[in-house]
């Protein structure tokens, strides 16, 4: 199974957005709901930023919003703050009953 | 507030085993609404899920390792574990265990810190 695809990096200024897309196949992001994306800054574990396409979980910001068209899923920050620099990963089931990860997109925060 | 620590050993020889324990803490493994996962990391590149197992038993893995790997639970020990046979210095990453949320939900709300594990002589 090929990983989803993601851009390698994106930046933006303080208090501006910025959207990371994850783009899939119909055998995964365009079949489910079952979308993820994760914050991993260096040296640390990911965490759970968004689930099933547009939830967040307790205690993660509303700057944080995620998003769907076809095979492609797309996580945007509002309001970007220096703490969000990171890298960030999205993950989907498959219709292989697997579990497939994206590259990683690498946010800048200039 | 669950929390999970992955062990083992950090250097393993080309053609071994690499073996691999998760303890949970902070709430029951035995629990079919969560799957116990194993993800890992190549130094600067993106994650690889890796398999999972339910506490029930049902159990599945990527096809890249399928005929290399084994995710067992011990309800006992309240941990599961991994084991990658014959190991290649491709399999030198960080692991992380994780918790998945079955019930056609699939994602990972806890992570372990992660152990970096090195395949060398």
């Known amino acids: 199974q090929s990983a989803l695809t993601q851009p390698p990096s994106v930046s933006g200024s303080p208090g501006q957005s910025v959207t990371i897309s994850c783009t899939g196949t119909?055998?995964?992001?365009?079949?489910?709901?079952?979308v993820s994306w994760y914050q991993q800054p260096p040296g640390t574990a990911p965490k759970l930023m968004i689930f099933?396409?547009?939830n967040r979980p307790s205690g993660v910001p509303d700057r944080f919003s995620g998003s769907k068209s076809g095979n492609t899923a797309s996580l945007t920050i509002s309001g970007l703050q220096a703490e969000d620099e990171a890298d960030y990963f999205c993950?989907?089931?498959?219709?292989?009953?697997?579990?497939?990860f994206g590259g990683g997109t690498k946010l800048t925060v200039l | 507030q669950v929390q999970l620590q992955e062990s083992g050993p950090g250097l393993v020889m080309p053609s071994q085993t690499l073996s691999l324990t998760c303890t949970v803490s902070?709430?029951?493994?035995?629990?079919?609404?969560?799957?116990w996962s194993w993800i890992r990391q190549p130094a600067e590149k993106g994650l690889e899920w890796i398999g999972r197992?339910?506490?029930?038993?049902?159990?599945n893995n990527n096809p890249s390792v399928n005929s290399r790997v084994t995710v067992s639970v011990d309800t006992s020990k309240n941990q599961f574990s991994l084991k990658l046979t014959s190991v290649t210095a491709a399999d030198t990453a960080i692991y992380y265990c994780?918790?998945?949320?079955?019930?056609?939900?699939?994602?990972?709300?806890?992570w372990g810190q992660g152990i970096l594990v090195t395949v060398s002589s």
């Open positions: 994780a918790r998945g949320i079955g019930r056609g939900h699939d994602y990972f709300d806890y």
């Open positions: 902070g709430d029951s493994i035995n629990n079919d609404l969560y799957y």
């Open positions: 197992r339910y506490s029930s038993g049902s159990t």
């Open positions: 119909s055998s995964d992001v365009g079949r489910y709901n079952r």
């Open positions: 099933e396409v547009s």
């Open positions: 993950g989907s089931y498959t219709s292989s009953n697997t579990l497939i």
